[in-house]
């Protein structure tokens, strides 16, 4: 698999790994672009060397095409 | 108060809330900046208009001086 997983049916997760803090905020940085971009946000847990991001759709509370659309783009910027 | 909390005697958390994303991720920056200065790296949770920072020594698992400092810090490039 890529790594994303369905929770819950209702958002999809994914956790990156990095080697120390800086390259997990400038993943952060280029995740948060790309949600300007296209005004879908996703939660973003940065930690050191750790990125987890969450991602469904406010509006309806749970998992629509845009959210899969955002968890591939987002791989793309890894 | 100054909005930071002890939670279970171990860290220390703060919610701070920003009119959008940018002003969040700009936030995080500046908070990423200090981490990398000062060498000592809070979780930080971002989403749309929020930024949650947790902050606890690792090497004790607990609380020290240097996150009371931290967090002091992080409240002066808000």
Redesign the interface.
């Known amino acids: 698999g890529n790594g994303w997983q369905v929770i819950h049916e209702h958002h999809l997760e994914k956790d990156y790994k990095f080697k120390n ?2 390259e997990a ?1 400038a993943f ?2 280029r995740v ?1 672009e790309l ?2 971009q296209v005004n879908h ?1 996703p ?6 060397g750790e990125v987890k991001l969450t991602l469904w759709t406010h509006k309806i509370d749970g998992l629509t095409e845009s959210d899969f659309v955002f968890a591939a783009k987002a791989d793309t910027v890894l």
């Open positions: 803090f800086k905020l952060t940085n948060g949600a300007e946000h939660d973003i847990y940065l930690a050191w």
